[in-house]
């Protein structure tokens, strides 16, 4: 089945649930993989906490593809520079410790005005459910916008949009840091 999600003001008759609460599910109810696609976060420790307990208490492995901000200038390093921000990334977001999820970044990232960026929002859930939407998880995504999303129950699907990522990994779009 396909649902719509949503974050903002409710219209009267609105059948949507909310962005946050169907995040918390999805992690929540997640029993072996969990891939985690594009989100902006602020507050990781909010949002992605229920994730951290799935990971500790049943084994959960999880994959996310986060944005990096792209270097100010060529750095000598290229590889260096990907680690260097993706422990700042967990520093900031993941505030938990072990385990740790697998992270996945752009590397043009390290390329100085490359404009690159993950803008895809996705969560797939053991192969078998999907949410795509627009709602970051920020103050501003999640308290003053209006954000809309489809939370899919299809097993070919979640499928198929998993293996997009992994695609990418495989061709060194994404590099693991």
């Given at each position: 089945g396909v649902s719509l999600v949503w974050t903002g003001p409710e219209t009267r008759a609105s059948g949507a649930r909310?962005?946050?609460?169907?995040?918390?599910?999805?992690?929540?109810?997640?029993?072996?993989?969990v891939l985690v696609a594009g989100y902006s976060f602020e507050k990781g420790e909010s949002i992605l906490a229920p994730l951290h307990?799935?990971?500790?208490?049943?084994?959960?492995?999880?994959?996310?593809?986060?944005?990096?901000?792209?270097?100010?200038s060529t750095p000598?390093?290229?590889?260096?520079?990907?680690?260097?921000?993706?422990?700042?990334?967990?520093?900031?977001?993941?505030p938990f410790g072990a385990p740790t999820p697998t992270l996945y970044v752009d590397p043009r990232a390290a390329v100085p005005r490359s404009r690159a960026s993950l803008h895809a929002k996705c969560i797939v859930i053991d192969g078998a459910r999907?949410?795509?939407?627009?709602?970051n998880f920020t103050d501003r995504g999640h308290?003053?916008?209006?954000e809309a999303g489809v939370l899919v129950d299809d097993t070919r699907f979640a499928t198929e949009l998993a293996r997009q990522f992994h695609d990418a990994v495989g061709q060194r779009l994404f590099v693991e840091v």
């Open positions: 909310d962005t946050a609460v169907v995040v918390r599910e999805l992690f929540e109810g997640a029993k072996g993989h307990a799935a990971m500790r208490d049943r084994g959960v492995a999880v994959e996310m593809f986060v944005h990096l901000d792209e270097a100010e000598m390093d290229p590889e260096w520079y990907l680690r260097t921000q993706a422990a700042a990334w967990r520093t900031r977001y993941w999907a949410l795509v939407g627009s709602a308290a003053r916008n209006i």
